[in-house]
């Protein structure tokens, strides 16, 4: 199956003898999405997953932004240009922008925004492909002028993530907002924050004063939804309009019962069950490759994912810039133990706590629950924890992180090698960074420093390739799948789109 596969189906939805017409549909103005985990922040700095992205993005917007081919565009910056070879980027910005509470949009608020991601004021989980930006000039009202340390071609893409969104600096007085902490964002969306249940449901409203084309819905709701069958149920019932993450057991019965179209799009997260090398004796190469041998990786896609992933072959997912294709650890139980044999490591005395979100993943905990099973058929005595996905995070990206391994995915919003890397180097270890395995190796540190300021594609590639082979063998993941982005919803919507760095696509969603 080619993650590029789209697959729509819209027919009459039977329940019964009922058909799932909503009547009222056509008058309703709030469009209502069910998603699986709960916020861990509305704070564009600090947020750390792509469907809090996906909620903070309508109340919020970023210089640039990415099409459904992956191309930037323009959005709050109408051009841009490198100079002094390429040491400084100059973006000219679009004027006549509002932000929500009035206050003008302009260069300042640019650079007050994006110096909260370098200043080290702000905790930034996804921060480090801003880290070459040395200052922020502003000429003028609509010129804003990034001074850079080298030439580094990703941060223009990388101003098109949510962590860059530009907010209104007067907004950081109000609403229980502080410099280094943003509750209440205030942005120059289409929408603006009306109200926020934690663990719940947040709510936004149209922003009537929006500069752009205006949205159909007078509200949006997002219903925050841990077990997928509670958000398909909802659909069914007419309750929500789209959902992220349908069942994957229920895809082909959605499709072919009507009434609901399926969108399975391109995406570039890499699902991994993370080894934490700070807990012996996982700090051992060969005990993390026989994890990786210990996993039915086919069976587990097959039996579990229902073929709607697609099995990584690198710690890059194939659609990121300089992926590389290095290979595969083929399930081998026998070869797991004697790895682990020769690691001077007794399965039988080893007692692993296996950690997994519930509703964050595609089968997350459904998955955890069989890698738990083939490691305990190697001898090993294994735990399976879950929790809010808050709390989840909370425990991976501690310093005292108390799982042995947990599960997890990585999507760079900017679709480049070096976000990737943000998983794989010292200076992203927690609290700094999200990089909860501990992991990092010199001969990788060293590659990537060459990489990141290499301008040649060519040569480029070739260092992120050498990076990918000495990941792949040093197995600081038990390397799992790539995932596909999928979404249901009613198929009297149109409008309903996606980015393929995982993010869906539905401001301008509105009745057919």
């Given at each position: 199956m080619k993650r590029s596969t789209l697959l729509r189906s819209s027919m009459m939805l039977a329940l019964g003898s009922v058909m799932l017409v909503p009547t009222a549909f056509a008058a309703s103005h709030t469009f209502r999405i069910g998603i699986g985990v709960a916020l861990d922040s509305l704070?564009?700095?600090?947020?750390?997953?792509?469907?809090?992205?996906?909620?903070?993005?309508?109340?919020?917007?970023?210089?640039?932004?990415?099409?459904k081919e992956g191309k930037l565009e323009p959005q709050l910056a109408t051009s841009w240009s490198t100079s002094d070879?390429?040491?400084?980027?100059?973006?000219?910005?679009r004027k006549g922008v509002t932000f929500q509470d009035g206050t003008p949009f302009n260069a300042k608020a640019v650079k007050f925004s994006l110096e909260r991601l370098i200043n080290g004021k702000v905790k930034v989980h996804i921060g480090a492909a801003y880290k070459p930006i040395e200052s922020i000039d502003t000429p003028d009202p609509y010129t804003v002028k990034i001074h850079i340390k080298y030439p580094d071609p990703d941060l223009l893409p990388n101003l098109g993530a949510t962590m860059a969104a530009i907010f209104s600096p007067a907004s950081v007085k109000k609403h229980g907002n502080s410099y280094t902490n943003i509750v209440w964002p205030v942005g120059t969306g289409p929408y603006e924050l009306v109200s926020r249940t934690k663990g719940s449901q947040i709510v936004f409203k149209r922003n009537d004063h929006y500069w752009g084309k205006k949205p159909y819905y007078n509200k949006v709701e997002f219903k925050i939804m841990p077990e997928a069958n509670?958000?398909?149920?909802?659909?069914?019932?007419?309750?929500l309009d789209m959902i992220m993450t349908p069942p994957v057991t229920d895809l082909?019965?959605?499709?072919?019962?009507?009434?609901?179209?399926?969108?399975?799009?391109?995406?570039?997260?890499?699902?991994?069950?993370?080894?934490?090398?700070?807990?012996?004796?996982?700090?051992?190469?060969?005990?993390?490759?026989?994890?990786?041998?210990?996993?039915?990786?086919?069976?587990?896609?097959?039996?579990?994912?229902?073929?709607?992933?697609?099995?990584?072959?690198?710690?890059?997912?194939?659609?990121?810039?300089?992926?590389?294709?290095?290979?595969?650890?083929?399930?081998?139980?026998?070869?797991?133990?004697?790895?682990?044999?020769?690691?001077?490591?007794?399965?039988?005395?080893?007692?692993?706590?296996l950690a997994s979100p519930t509703g964050r993943y595609l089968q997350d905990i459904q998955a955890a629950q069989a890698i738990a099973g083939d490691l305990r058929n190697i001898g090993l005595h294994v735990k399976v924890r879950t929790m809010d996905w808050p709390s989840y995070?909370?425990?991976?990206?501690?310093?005292?992180?108390?799982?042995?391994?947990?599960?997890?995915?990585?999507?760079?919003?900017?679709?480049?090698?070096?976000?990737?890397?943000?998983?794989?180097?010292?200076?992203?270890?927690?609290?700094?960074?999200?990089?909860?395995?501990?992991?990092?190796?010199?001969k990788v540190e060293a590659l990537y420093s060459k990489a990141k300021r290499e301008l040649d594609k060519g040569k480029r590639d070739k260092l992120y390739c050498e990076i990918q082979k000495k990941i792949w063998d040093d197995a600081p993941w038990i390397f799992l799948w790539s995932q596909t982005l999928i979404l249901a919803y009613n198929n009297h919507i149109a409008g309903i789109s996606y980015e393929p760095n995982e993010k869906f696509n539905t401001i301008y969603a509105h009745p057919k």
């Amino acid at each position: 199956m080619k993650r590029s596969t789209l697959l729509r189906s819209s027919m009459m939805l039977a329940l019964g003898s009922v058909m799932l017409v909503p009547t009222a549909f056509a008058a309703s103005h709030t469009f209502r999405i069910g998603i699986g985990v709960a916020l861990d922040s509305l704070d564009p700095a600090q947020q750390t997953t792509t469907t809090v992205m996906n909620v903070i993005d309508y109340d919020l917007q970023t210089l640039v932004t990415f099409n459904k081919e992956g191309k930037l565009e323009p959005q709050l910056a109408t051009s841009w240009s490198t100079s002094d070879g390429g040491k400084v980027l100059t973006l000219n910005l679009r004027k006549g922008v509002t932000f929500q509470d009035g206050t003008p949009f302009n260069a300042k608020a640019v650079k007050f925004s994006l110096e909260r991601l370098i200043n080290g004021k702000v905790k930034v989980h996804i921060g480090a492909a801003y880290k070459p930006i040395e200052s922020i000039d502003t000429p003028d009202p609509y010129t804003v002028k990034i001074h850079i340390k080298y030439p580094d071609p990703d941060l223009l893409p990388n101003l098109g993530a949510t962590m860059a969104a530009i907010f209104s600096p007067a907004s950081v007085k109000k609403h229980g907002n502080s410099y280094t902490n943003i509750v209440w964002p205030v942005g120059t969306g289409p929408y603006e924050l009306v109200s926020r249940t934690k663990g719940s449901q947040i709510v936004f409203k149209r922003n009537d004063h929006y500069w752009g084309k205006k949205p159909y819905y007078n509200k949006v709701e997002f219903k925050i939804m841990p077990e997928a069958n509670a958000r398909e149920a909802g659909l069914l019932a007419g309750q929500l309009d789209m959902i992220m993450t349908p069942p994957v057991t229920d895809l082909e019965s959605l499709a072919a019962r009507g009434g609901i179209s399926v969108l399975k799009a391109p995406d570039d997260r890499t699902v991994f069950m993370g080894i934490n090398q700070k807990k012996k004796p996982f700090a051992n190469k060969q005990v993390r490759q026989a994890l990786n041998y210990a996993v039915n990786k086919k069976a587990l896609i097959k039996n579990v994912l229902f073929d709607t992933v697609n099995p990584v072959n690198s710690p890059f997912a194939d659609s990121l810039a300089s992926h590389c294709k290095v290979g595969n650890y083929d399930y081998n139980p026998a070869k797991a133990k004697k790895l682990l044999s020769g690691a001077g490591v007794d399965p039988g005395k080893l007692d692993v706590t296996l950690a997994s979100p519930t509703g964050r993943y595609l089968q997350d905990i459904q998955a955890a629950q069989a890698i738990a099973g083939d490691l305990r058929n190697i001898g090993l005595h294994v735990k399976v924890r879950t929790m809010d996905w808050p709390s989840y995070l909370s425990n991976v990206n501690s310093q005292a992180d108390p799982f042995d391994m947990f599960l997890l995915g990585w999507a760079p919003i900017a679709l480049d090698a070096p976000a990737q890397m943000d998983m794989f180097t010292k200076s992203n270890w927690p609290p700094n960074g999200l990089n909860g395995t501990f992991y990092s190796d010199p001969k990788v540190e060293a590659l990537y420093s060459k990489a990141k300021r290499e301008l040649d594609k060519g040569k480029r590639d070739k260092l992120y390739c050498e990076i990918q082979k000495k990941i792949w063998d040093d197995a600081p993941w038990i390397f799992l799948w790539s995932q596909t982005l999928i979404l249901a919803y009613n198929n009297h919507i149109a409008g309903i789109s996606y980015e393929p760095n995982e993010k869906f696509n539905t401001i301008y969603a509105h009745p057919k």
